[in-house]
């Protein structure tokens, strides 16, 4: 603890101090080894129309998508209300399924329940089983909001312990910068993966955006990409609402949380740039960031700055291609995944520290089964304000219009430590970061 509040004050020193004498932290702590894959290839207490591999995701910001699985035929309903075994609403969707080399899915089914009253605990039941009952409270309608952020999660024991600290935190949101079930083309892995963040997925909004281990393309056999991501993990992609711009692609998307004051854009380290860069362009664009949006944020999967050794480069071509964008549009942090450690950037644009870039978080330290990423570059850049090669979280709490605190937990022998923590400004309170008109 004690090493912990010093890397704290150590990292609060660094931030204000003006970027020439920027101290970097490299924390000495080093976590134990990967822990075994868990075992849920099969879910024993279920029929074949229980429900199963339950999570929800917000759809403007009073609709809220239920996803779920059945081995069987069932309908695609939700029933729900605010009483505990009262449906009095209900909302009726579609169901899909996708075959991969030998696999079959189950069949995959979503509904959007809504319009949905804000910090309300709905419960609900699907496909009209009786067999099980879930609830889910719905985010604030204005700020605070807290956020859970926690990429390349797996499904291992560290993933265990990592989704145990997130529960016993009291988030409105979860976002996930890609890397979900390292499947890895073995697809009931997915089904184990879904009924692993059920507890979690069904109770909060999860919004995902994809990592290299979602693509599970295969030569001639599955050539098309994303095949198991996008049928199991629908996001909002085609819904346009006040503050977001629809896209034509479920791999980018953005969504606004707290009546529009943070606005979040999902990106795809592994969808086209050019596309995407126009979409991204007419969304920062639509958006009267200094009347509603007081926190613009993004996610992408392969960090676009990072000191540690492992992928080095990966998220080089997409910074290049729209860097600038997210710049001029003033967004105040970009979280990333991908490399499997935690790193915090100060303010940085072009590789240098600008007052009114982003702040550059890496956390892709969920727990997934390929370990840590351990070596760094030495010595770190001088944009680098603190790197620690463990497995956590982070919890993003924009607490009013000028003000987010960031803090990352380190799953430390299975107690969440705050090892880094730091006060993030509004861009678009700092009269000296005035938003630029945005190229469309
Ligand atoms: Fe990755």
Known sequence: MALA??????????????PAA????????????????????????????????????????????????????????????????????????????????????????????????????????????????????????????????????????????????????????LLLPGDLSYADFVQPRWDSFGRLVTPLASARPWMVTQGNHEVEKMPVVEPEPFKAYNARWRMPYDVDTAGTTSSDSNLFYSFDVAGGAVHVVMLGSYADFAAQNEWLRRDLAALDRRKAAAFVVALVHAPWYSSNEAHEGDGDAMRVAMEEVLYEARVDAVFAGHVHAYERFARVYQGKSDPCGPVYVTIGDGGNREGLAKNYVDPAPAVSAFREASFGHGRLEVVNATHALWAWHRNNDDEPVVADQVWITSLAANPACNRKKNKT
């Open 22 to 173: 920027s101290l970097a932290v490299t924390s000495p702590y080093m976590r134990p080894p990967p822990r075994e894959t868990l075992s849920l290839l099969k879910d024993h207490d279920a029929d074949g129309q229980t429900p199963q591999q339950v999570h929800i995701s917000m759809v403007g910001l009073d609709k809220m998508r239920v996803s779920w699985v059945t081995d069987d035929d069932a309908p695609a309903i939700v029933e729900y209300g605010t009483t505990s075994g009262q449906y009095p609403s209900s909302a009726t969707g579609n169901t899909t399924s996708y075959s991969y080399v030998l696999y079959n899915s189950g069949k995959i089914h979503d509904a959007v329940t809504g319009p949905l009253q804000p910090s309300t605990t709905y419960y609900y039941r699907c496909s009209s089983s009786p067999a099980r009952e879930f609830s889910f409270r719905t985010p604030p309608a204005t700020l605070p909001v807290k956020f859970v952020i926690a990429g390349d999660l797996g499904q291992t024991g560290w993933t265990e312990s990592t989704l145990k600290h997130i529960a016993a935190s009291d988030y409105d949101v």
């Open 5 to 18: 509040a010093l890397l704290v004050i150590a990292a609060a020193s660094a931030l204000s101090l003006p």
